[in-house]
């Protein structure tokens, strides 16, 4: 038994060694978007997705994997008090390619700015041999459910479908009643927003 202790020692494979190499990797500094010169939010910047009310980040833990059978195997996400930027809680905001028979999706002439009413997808800030992740959730069903509320899951999965898609609303309901007031306006840099699953229909909440 020593001799096995002292062989993992020197490898350090000792749980508390590979605790340690798991925070040091989810917890290494990362980079936000500075924000540019117009104020608004585009594709392609690396933000935290925070609540509005208690200021948690949204967060993840890679080394979380689902225990089931699935190959594109789900990750775990949660609501963390830590802000401070790193690679559990950035996420880079991918525009969604809206497939050729979509005709309802409406297209801007500013491409590379947010709007309300724009699809988006949040993919978590991968390492260069990482492949990406992808924030996702489905309805919940006997094997899609939240591991301890029970609600529908939200979790990163390495599937890039429509079931990674989420709409940017406005937060306000009266003025999002009528669309026409807000679809289409440039999303400004640090304000409020709604994060709505397309699929489901369900709001994100952290």
Known sequence: VLKDYLAKRTNGTLK??????RMNKALAPVELTTVKADGYVHFGDVVQVCHATTGSTLACDIDDKSSDSR????????????????????????????????????????????????????????????????????PIS??????????????????????????????????????????GEKVPVGKAVVLQHCATRQNLCL
């Open 142 to 183: 006997t094997t899609n459910f939240a591991k301890f509320s029970h609600f529908q899951e939200i979790a990163l999965t390495p599937s890039d479908s429509f079931d990674s898609v989420f709409v940017v609303l406005h937060p306000d309901v009266v003025e999002r009643s009528n669309m026409e007031n807000t679809e």
């Open 71 to 138: 190959e594109d195997k789900t990750h775990a996400v949660t609501a963390s008090t830590s802000t401070d930027p790193c690679v559990r809680n950035a996420f880079k905001i991918v525009k969604y390619e809206k497939a050729k028979s979509d005709i309802f999706e409406r297209e801007y002439d500013d491409k590379e700015t947010l709007h309300y009413g724009q699809k988006i997808k949040l993919m978590h800030f991968p390492e260069p041999d990482e492949k990406p992740l992808y924030l996702y959730s489905k």
């Open 16 to 21: 508390i060694d590979l605790f340690q190499k």
